[in-house]
């Protein structure tokens, strides 16, 4: 049962990880290739959500992806 609860999403936000939605959609933003400056996200952590406006992003390169 321990296994269970801190592989649910719920534990998994509680260890620090957040999960970050496009506000419009809902859809999971998983690269900053899914973003535009000035549009609204929303990131779900352990205990509230972070309602933000995107501003320029620099993509990060990293070797062999």
Same mark, same amino acid.
């Given at each position: 049962? !321990? #296994?269970? /609860?801190?592989?649910? %999403?719920?534990? @998994? +936000?509680?260890?620090?990880?957040?999960? =970050?939605?496009? #506000? *419009? =959609?809902? *859809? +999971?933003?998983?690269? @900053? !290739?899914? @973003?535009?400056?000035? !549009?609204?996200? *929303?990131? *779900?952590?352990?205990?509230? /959500?972070?309602?933000? =406006? #995107?501003?320029? =992003?620099?993509? /990060?390169? #990293? %070797?062999?992806?």
């Amino acid at each position: 049962a !321990q #296994v269970l /609860e801190a592989l649910s %999403p719920l534990g @998994v +936000l509680a260890r620090g990880y957040s999960l =970050t939605v496009d #506000v *419009k =959609t809902g *859809k +999971l933003i998983t690269s @900053v !290739q899914e @973003v535009a400056p000035g !549009q609204t996200i *929303k990131t *779900k952590l352990a205990f509230g /959500e972070i309602h933000s =406006t #995107v501003l320029p =992003t620099t993509e /990060e390169i #990293v %070797p062999g992806r």
